[in-house]
């Protein structure tokens, strides 16, 4: 009898760069749609088919219940039957269990205590933007024991948060941990994503909500009260013009006291003589 090849689905080259690679951790920043959700799907099933003995966990975690449930359906109907030795699809337990014995298992990062206790021999961490620092504490400790893989989806949302954090460490390049960012930009050159629809979603969206979910692009937390397209729009080149007006930021103890100068048209200007 031929022994049965796997083939992994084809994915475009920054995606199999990101994901498929030896390092224990990826964190992958990527715009909505440009197929994080997909590549997951199928290194956790590699991971599980390689990997996989009786009774080993490969886990993914999304940030609520339905949301795993939903790539456990696409996984459902994605998986090769060769691979699959039962499918359990009880609400809240939705796991599959492969022909090794690997126990695909699908759950919420909602409650991180609930995350505790199994080892598990690799991990997806999907929407990683959108569930609390609890979680990936519990996940990480669960890869301990198994030295097992990690990998962390999700839109950029903002900068006060964990999964930028740690993507910021990733990219400075700390040991073991990769970085990648994929852009709506990427996936329409791609051809997976259509030019319209980013169009469309441009046109649609607020600049920093297209810039965030799109481009990847981390909006200021609201710790900029006028925005960046307000002050993009000002950016001009340095005047020599009187100034007409000065502005101050008095520093009391830490920093540096800052004085800003504007010309009569608004910019700001080097001139002193006043
Ligand atoms: N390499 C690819 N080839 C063909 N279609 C793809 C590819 N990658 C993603 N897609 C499709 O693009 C859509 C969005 O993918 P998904 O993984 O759900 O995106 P994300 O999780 O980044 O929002 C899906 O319909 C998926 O099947
Ligand atoms: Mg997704």
């Not at 013009?241 to 100068?261: E, N």
Request: proline share 3%; glycine share 8%.
């Amino acid at each position: 009898m031929a022994a049965y090849v796997y083939q992994r689905p084809k994915l475009y080259k920054l995606q199999s760069e990101a994901f498929f690679n030896d390092f224990r951790y990826a964190w992958i920043e990527g715009s909505t749609k440009s197929g994080k959700t997909v590549s997951c799907m199928a290194w956790i099933v590699e991971q599980a088919i390689f990997l996989g003995k009786e009774g080993r966990e490969f886990w993914w975690i999304a940030p609520i219940s339905s949301v795993a449930a939903i790539a456990f359906n696409r996984i459902k109907r994605g998986i090769d039957p060769y691979f699959v030795r039962r499918i359990i699809s009880s609400k809240g337990d939705e796991h599959i269990v492969l022909i090794n014995g690997a126990v695909i298992r699908f759950k919420s990062g909602e409650n991180a205590d609930s995350l505790y206790g199994e080892n598990v021999w690799a991990a997806v961490m999907d929407e990683a933007s959108r569930m609390r620092v609890e979680a990936f504490y519990a996940i990480r400790s669960t890869l301990t024991a198994t030295r097992g893989k990690l990998r962390l989806i999700g839109n950029v949302k903002g900068r006060k948060n964990w999964f930028y954090i740690g993507r910021r460490k990733a990219e400075a390049g700390e040991q073991g941990h990769i970085f990648r960012k994929i852009t709506a930009l990427d996936a329409v050159a791609a051809g997976v994503f259509p030019q319209e629809e980013l169009d469309d979603a441009r046109r649609a969206l607020p600049d920093a909500v297209f810039r965030e979910l799109y481009l990847c692009e981390p909006s200021d937390d609201g710790g900029n009260p006028f925005g960046l397209s307000f002050i993009r729009q000002n950016i001009a080149p340095l005047s020599y013009s009187a100034p007409i007006v000065f502005g101050g930021d008095l520093a009391k103890s830490v920093d540096w006291t800052v004085l800003h100068a504007l010309d009569a048209a608004g910019f700001t200007t080097s001139n002193t003589r006043f």
